[in-house]
């Protein structure tokens, strides 16, 4: 049985989230492949019995509430590495997948670092990290691709949060800056605060993890995406991105879960005074002069959730 380090050189947190079945099955291969110098924590709403008996091997915290966001961030308070990794459920880990991650972190401004998600039954693309279209926001990038090009791992703007590499500041910030209600939400408006920061994000060609899902499980289109994504992306960067309505409109012939996602869009600013609201920008950890400013008080931040 391995050793779990007094300080480890990551944190990978796994959310209990609603499926206990596809929970496991990702606890699972997280434990077959465990990589050296880790800790694994699980998060869960003080529901999880341990049926397994692996409090040797696991560390178990108890979140606020059953929902994904705030079991994530749980675990990234508890968690005793610089570097924390969360994996929800729905998603696997394979054999050294967390090297190749944690290399991208020579990079100083690097705050997150997103793997390249695959599907077990063919090896596509399902996305590899994600980045903003002129059809739709937060787009998956690399869906349906057998690999993925120089060119597309430079278009990546963010990661998907529950499957992503993070500096455990950064992260714990991020959580304090923006009261999301969601996981989609804080995936989206995590990487404009960040950017706004001065952070990026970057793809680790070589960091796979496996799910038999397709982004559009995970990440519906829905009028309420549309309209909530596009007032974040609003009241973060305070910058427009071009959304021809007419096209989009008429993609929705061949795309009709686009529609209603493109109607969303075009009406977000009923969504901006509450949008502004959420937002804490002083929160947020600056990187700045290839030096990360640690948070102030990061521990006794009160966080607030949405209504």
């Known amino acids: 049985m391995p050793k779990i380090p007094s300080i480890p050189r990551l944190s990978i947190i796994v959310p209990l989230g609603a499926d206990a079945s596809s929970f496991e099955e990702t606890l699972v291969s997280v434990l077959e492949n465990r990589p050296s110098g880790c800790e694994i924590i699980v998060a869960h709403d003080g529901s999880y019995s341990d049926p397994f008996d692996l409090s040797e091997e696991v560390r178990f915290v108890v979140s606020p509430s059953s929902e994904l966001i705030d079991s994530i961030t749980a675990g990234a308070d508890a968690a005793k590495a610089r570097f924390v990794h969360v994996l929800a459920p729905g998603f696997r880990a394979i054999e050294d997948w967390t090297g190749p991650a944690l290399a991208k972190f020579e990079n100083h401004d690097a705050a997150v670092v997103a793997p390249v998600i695959c599907r077990e039954d063919d090896e596509s693309v399902v996305a590899a990290g994600w980045q903003d279209t002129s059809f739709r926001l937060c787009q998956p990038v690399g869906d349906g691709q057998a690999t993925v090009g120089r060119q597309a791992a430079a278009s990546v703007t963010g990661a998907y949060l529950q499957a992503s590499f993070w500096r455990k500041e ?115 950890v600056q990187y700045v002069d290839r030096s990360v400013i640690p948070m102030h008080a990061s521990q006794s931040i009160t966080r607030r959730r949405a209504a």
């Open 170 to 284: 950064v992260l714990q910030s991020l959580a304090s800056s923006f009261d999301a209600p969601t996981v989609g939400e804080a995936t989206y408006a995590y990487a404009h605060l960040l950017n706004q920061a001065g952070w990026r994000c970057v793809l680790a060609e070589e960091s796979i993890l496996t799910t038999t899902q397709r982004a559009s499980d995970w990440d519906v289109s829905t009028y309420k995406r549309g309209r909530h994504y596009r007032a974040i992306r609003k009241a973060v960067t305070l910058r427009e991105k071009t959304m021809p309505l007419l096209i989009n409109l008429l993609r929705g012939i061949t795309h009709p879960s686009s529609f209603a996602e493109t109607i969303g869009q075009a009406s977000y600013r009923s969504k901006m005074a509450s949008t502004k609201r959420r937002l804490q920008f002083d929160q947020v």
